[in-house]
């Protein structure tokens, strides 16, 4: 059973910066891609970036563009998600979600179709 392990979020005021985590353990999938979601209260779960595992091709929602970047470390088998410039809009729960099979840039921010998620991380913007 693959677990997916979250951390790095926290309290940070305006224009700040943090840089979440995501380690997968018992992960054994070849081909596969990795997304960070978050989900605000009262909000549907948006898609934030995905990273594709075979060639490292990258997708971002347009309101992180320029603010966040998303990256692996294939031999520690984590994901990172920096995240600059925060404003109090980027407060959410913060998730990572494993597909086993890639998707393209129309499919990635669909959470229903990822596999297995990760607990959430909170992340709060707040003077």
């Known amino acids: 059973q693959v677990q997916l392990v979250e951390s790095g979020g926290g309290l940070v005021q305006p224009g700040g910066s943090l840089r979440l985590s995501c380690t997968a353990r018992?992960?054994?999938?070849?081909?596969?891609?990795i997304t960070w979601f978050r989900q605000a209260p009262g909000k549907e779960r948006e898609g934030v970036s995905c990273?594709?595992?075979?060639?490292?091709?990258?997708y971002y929602a347009d309101s992180v563009k320029g603010r966040f970047t998303i990256s692996r470390d294939s031999a520690k088998n984590t994901v990172y998600l920096q995240m600059n410039n925060l404003q109090p809009e980027d407060t959410a729960t913060y998730y990572c979600?494993?597909?086993?099979?890639?998707?393209?840039?129309?499919?990635?921010?669909?959470?229903?179709?990822?596999?297995?998620w990760g607990q959430g991380t909170q992340v709060t913007v707040s003077s």
């Open positions: 018992d992960f054994t999938f070849g081909v596969y891609a």
């Open positions: 979600a494993v597909k086993v099979v890639v998707p393209n840039y129309l499919t990635w921010a669909i959470a229903h179709e990822y596999d297995y």
């Open positions: 990273i594709r595992s075979s060639v490292g091709t990258t």
